[in-house]
């Protein structure tokens, strides 16, 4: 890969040639506009110019994905559909993800020549690393603050996810605690709340976290929802860190890739990255971006820990794609920048054996609300439960017959299968 320029591939559909809507994505987003303008010089458009690399038709559909398109004179009622990739000059945008942004996903989906385009993948260049040093923590440093290896870092969800006193959320964080989990966070709903303003709730948190840590010696893992406005970052990073807490969680699609590339620079803890808003985005297959590309942007901003979604959940996303999203986060960008996928959504022990032998790895985080605190047994053996799931998924055996082994595993089947 030429490190002076970035590549981006696209899915696009269009009622023109491939070639033709390629060219107008290439010109839009570099040195063109709808007409030549004096100055567009062809040593210009040389220098500065995207590029076409190469077109891949995919197939045809009689109808357009989405509204608002254009049609060629005597069109046939054909849209084309294929992937093409795009190289970009990097000094057009410099190592910036803002700016990268505006170039490889711009003002490309209101082209009327395209009835559908997604941002499928980028390459990003190895300059990105002087601006962008990643993740503090990764993998690797969530697991030596948590103490977990050989296997998941399995934790649980705060619920009701929001509206839950104080008093309620200390005894719930206690409970967890003794059941030996290894990671708890907020909801995404519940950041700053007035009923339960962060700087009391952290409090709250904390005296139980630490009250069953002297009891237990196991600190579990924290993340606290600081999500708010940029200026509010540091102040809400500040009090959890104060007090001694070891995560902070932020909505990255709320506070943007800027605010969590600002919360990096200081950060003394992992930064869990909720996706939340997601769907909104990419639900669409011809519009949007593919996990792929934006978990890269995520990491490169500081994301010690992605949400993927989880394989036979509660969302609309197929298993393939959650697994592709598992992959992705564990391929090195960069020479690095280790970030853990976070399992979650409508997970339960019986989703561990699947999660493994799709994913082929135990570096993940797995997260159960109702699949760890409705086990009929309670917080600790909806725990345990996981935990023997993924022992019997590493080891090759089925739910089933570990079960037979494990009263606490067939009580969470009989529970949560039906």
């Given at each position: ?183 708890i966070k907020d909801d ?12 009391k709730r952290v409090e ?5 976290i630490n009250r069953v ?206």
């Amino acid at each position: 890969m030429n490190q002076n320029r970035l590549l981006a591939r696209y899915r696009i559909e269009t009622a023109y040639s491939l070639e033709h809507a390629a060219e107008v994505i290439a010109g839009e987003q570099s040195t063109g506009t709808f007409i030549s303008v004096p100055g567009e010089t062809a040593s210009l458009k040389e220098r500065f110019g995207a590029m076409v690399v190469s077109i891949t038709e995919t197939g045809e559909v009689m109808s357009p994905s989405l509204p608002g398109g254009k049609v060629p004179n005597n069109h046939d009622g054909v849209y084309k559909q294929g992937e093409i990739v795009l190289s970009f000059p990097i000094e057009n945008f410099g190592p910036s993800i803002p700016n990268l942004l505006s170039a490889v996903a711009g003002n490309l989906s209101e082209l009327q020549e395209l009835s559908g385009l997604r941002l499928l993948d980028i390459e990003i260049p190895q300059e990105f690393s002087k601006a962008y040093k990643g993740p503090k923590f990764g993998i690797e440093g969530t697991r030596k603050l948590t103490g977990v290896y050989g296997r998941p870092i399995i934790g649980t969800i705060v619920k009701p996810s929001i509206g839950l006193p104080l008093d309620q959320l200390e005894k719930l964080v206690t409970k967890l605690g003794l059941a030996g989990l290894d990671f708890i966070k907020d909801d995404e709903l519940n950041s700053n709340p007035a009923f339960a303003p962060l700087e009391k709730r952290v409090e709250v948190v904390m005296r139980a976290i630490n009250r069953v840590a002297d009891k237990t010696g196991k600190k579990v893992m924290y993340a606290f929802n600081i999500t708010g406005d940029i200026e509010e970052l540091k102040r809400n990073h500040d009090i959890v860190v104060k007090a001694g807490g070891n995560c902070v969680m932020v909505s990255i699609n709320s506070v943007g890739y800027t605010g969590l590339t600002y919360l990096n620079k200081f950060s003394e803890v992992p930064i869990h990255g909720h996706r939340n808003q997601w769907g909104m985005l990419t639900r669409c297959p011809m519009l949007g971006m593919e996990f792929t590309a934006y978990q890269k942007l995520c990491r490169l901003a500081g994301a010690d820990h992605m949400h993927v979604n989880g394989l036979n959940g509660k969302f609309y996303e197929s298993n393939e794609s959650v697994v592709r999203s598992i992959k992705a986060c564990l391929e090195p960008i960069l020479d690095g920048y280790s970030s853990m996928p976070v399992v979650s959504s409508g997970q339960w022990a019986g989703t561990a054996i699947d999660t493994y032998k799709a994913a082929e790895t135990v570096d993940v985080m797995h997260l159960a609300g109702g699949g760890i605190l409705a086990h009929p047994d309670g917080a600790a053996a909806g725990f345990e439960s996981m935990r023997l799931a993924w022992e019997a998924a590493v080891q090759g055996d089925s739910l089933d017959n570990y079960a037979n082994k494990h009263d606490v595993l067939k009580k969470a089947i009989d529970k949560f299968s039906k």
